[in-house]
């Protein structure tokens, strides 16, 4: 089991500064409202803590009954089920903060994004995440061993931020008395759509541990070549960029999200 509290709190507590501001087309009052100002959790997910920006640009929206709020970053439409980090390192710039995002309740991008009816739909999306990494790992045994209150537990911690109680079945879920069966992760491009998800194995069939650059390499050879250590792309994880030689067991111990998964962004320099 990953036992470096300091990290997994270190990486649990970052947090991103972001300036929300409404879109000038969707005013419907004399003035412009006020940008609103959030330091937001990168782990978390946009409709789990947006509810008083909410509350504060629809007072400037002629809003009608089933008005959604969804959110572009320089007209790129951002998906909720992404961990706000992760959109970060997509698409923001540590060097450029805070980051300025624009709120819309009018024409929701239905070819490239999701709806999100409620709390209801991320505690489902998460919870299910939560599983398939399980699966991933252990065959899903860790979660089907557990009681309700404990996959309660799990939520309410995430949920409100709180890392003790999240960590304390957590803890479970990265128990490697043997290492993973293999490591849940997803590598992301700005400029794709989808996202790569294939199983492997923490070591090697010679039985080395499996690093970040062997991983970088078997799906993006041309980005990673064999035989050289240079790299026309940058690999983020977290907000920080790991040596592509760390090992994917450590990487998936230490600072995979919350939901379990690695979420690996793969951004040219």
């Not at 698409?91 to 991008?109: A, I």
Request: hydrophobic letters at 35%; a negative charge; one cysteine or more.
């Amino acid at each position: 089991m990953a036992d470096d509290t300091e990290i997994l709190r270190e990486i649990w507590n970052g947090r991103i500064p972001v300036c929300f501001n409404l879109a000038t087309s969707e005013v419907s009052t004399v003035e412009q409202p006020q940008p609103y100002f959030m330091l937001l959790p990168r782990n978390s997910y946009l409709p789990l803590v947006t509810d008083k920006l909410k509350r504060n640009f629809q007072r400037a929206v002629r809003s009608e009954a089933g008005d959604e709020m969804w959110f572009d970053y320089d007209d790129e439409p951002l998906k909720w089920h992404f961990p706000i980090g992760l959109l970060f390192d997509l698409y923001g710039n540590p060097d450029s903060l805070p980051w300025n995002l624009t709120v819309h309740f009018k024409r929701f991008p239905e070819e490239k994004l999701m709806h999100c009816p409620g709390e209801e739909a991320v505690e489902s999306f998460f919870m299910a995440s939560l599983k398939e990494a399980d699966f991933i790992k252990h065959r899903g045994n860790v979660m089907n061993s557990m009681q309700g209150r404990d996959h309660r537990q799990l939520w309410n911690g995430f949920k409100n931020d709180r890392f003790d109680q999240f960590w304390e079945v957590n803890k479970r879920l990265m128990a490697n008395t043997e290492p993973f069966r293999s490591i849940p992760y997803r590598i992301y491009q700005a400029d794709q759509q989808t996202y790569i998800q294939e199983p492997i194995k923490p070591r090697s069939d010679d039985d080395q541990l499996v690093s970040l650059r062997d991983l970088m390499r078997q799906h993006l050879p041309e980005a990673f070549p064999s035989g050289s250590n240079d790299s026309v792309c940058r690999v983020v994880v977290q907000g920080v960029e790991p040596p592509l030689d760390t090992p994917l067991q450590f990487l998936s111990e230490h600072f995979s999200h919350p939901d379990n998964f690695l979420h690996i962004s793969v951004l040219r320099r």
